[in-house]
């Protein structure tokens, strides 16, 4: 079993809820790029300056930027010993980076493909709504809140994010199957540890066993309910 993994599927596939009950388990960081974009925007950083526009549009911020965050994210002490990467890599140059930066190190990572289908994420996208105070993800036909708008943990008001809006939707989607889908070939061929999840239909706790069956984690799926 590898505690370093790589969380990899559409936008809407659920890698940001499955990261969570990940992090729980393996008591490894959850290291989410489009998170760590977005708080460098709220934060008015020089970087946030810069990306807003894109990923506002929908489109994926330069390899440059986010390789750069990353390593820097990665070579920080609490991902050590294993880490959740949700989001990244995203484009082959992205996991070319990756692959080299984790070989320098001796790190052998498991890539999990969450696969599900298209007219699913579309459903999945339109009806998301988050938490802005604590970021606990709701959606509201498969996981509506207690209270219509209102987060039940908090009761702040949950907010659509910026894009999950029809059209910005849509160019996420073409991005995807543009830059990232071609990622899993250069796994596959690159003969790195890669699996693939079926996310489809089944509810997150189901698929959160499927993924600690595929790394080889048995005592953890009971923990995470
Ligand atoms: P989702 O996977 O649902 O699209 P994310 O929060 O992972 O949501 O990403 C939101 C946006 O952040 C992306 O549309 C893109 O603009 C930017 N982003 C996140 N990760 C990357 C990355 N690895 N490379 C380039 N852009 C990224």
Same mark, same amino acid.
């Given at each position: 079993?590898?505690?370093?993994?790589?969380?990899?599927?559409?936008?809407?596939?659920?890698?940001?809820?499955?990261?969570?009950?990940?992090?729980?388990?393996?008591?490894?960081?959850?290291?989410?790029?489009?998170?760590?974009?977005?708080?460098?925007?709220?934060?008015?950083? *020089?970087?946030?300056?810069?990306?807003?526009?894109?990923?506002?549009?929908?489109?994926?911020?330069?390899?440059?930027?986010?390789?750069?965050?990353?390593?820097?994210?990665?070579?920080?002490?609490?991902?050590?010993?294993?880490?959740?990467?949700?989001?990244?890599?995203?484009?082959?140059?992205?996991?070319?980076?990756?692959?080299?930066?984790?070989?320098?190190?001796?790190?052998?990572?498991?890539?999990?493909?969450?696969?599900?289908?298209?007219?699913?994420?579309?459903?999945?996208?339109?009806?998301?709504?988050?938490?802005?105070?604590?970021?606990?993800?709701?959606?509201?036909?498969?996981?509506?809140?207690?209270? *219509?708008?209102?987060?039940?943990?908090?009761?702040?008001?949950?907010?659509?994010? *910026?894009?999950?809006?029809?059209?910005?939707?849509?160019?996420?989607?073409?991005?995807?199957?543009?830059?990232?889908?071609?990622?899993?070939?250069?796994?596959?061929?690159?003969?790195?540890?890669?699996?693939?999840?079926?996310?489809?239909?089944?509810?997150? *706790?189901?698929?959160?066993?499927?993924?600690?069956?595929?790394?080889?984690?048995?005592?953890?799926?009971?923990?995470?309910?």
């Amino acid at each position: 079993m590898s505690n370093y993994i790589v969380l990899f599927g559409s936008p809407g596939s659920g890698k940001g809820t499955q990261a969570k009950l990940l992090k729980r388990c393996l008591q490894a960081p959850h290291i989410s790029t489009g998170d760590m974009l977005r708080e460098r925007i709220a934060q008015g950083t *020089e970087l946030g300056f810069r990306v807003a526009a894109r990923m506002h549009a929908g489109a994926l911020v330069l390899d440059d930027t986010v390789n750069g965050m990353v390593a820097g994210r990665l070579g920080q002490r609490d991902a050590k010993d294993g880490f959740i990467l949700d989001g990244y890599p995203r484009t082959t140059p992205q996991a070319q980076f990756l692959c080299e930066w984790l070989d320098e190190r001796g790190i052998r990572e498991v890539v999990i493909h969450l696969a599900v289908d298209y007219n699913s994420i579309i459903a999945r996208l339109m009806g998301r709504r988050q938490c802005p105070r604590c970021g606990t993800l709701y959606n509201i036909v498969s996981r509506p809140p207690k209270r *219509e708008g209102l987060c039940d943990l908090d009761g702040e008001k949950l907010a659509i994010r *910026e894009d999950d809006r029809e059209e910005v939707i849509r160019e996420r989607l073409n991005a995807y199957d543009r830059q990232t889908r071609p990622v899993l070939e250069f796994y596959r061929t690159a003969g790195r540890r890669l699996t693939e999840v079926d996310a489809s239909s089944d509810p997150p *706790e189901k698929v959160f066993d499927k993924i600690c069956q595929a790394i080889d984690v048995h005592d953890c799926a009971q923990d995470a309910r």
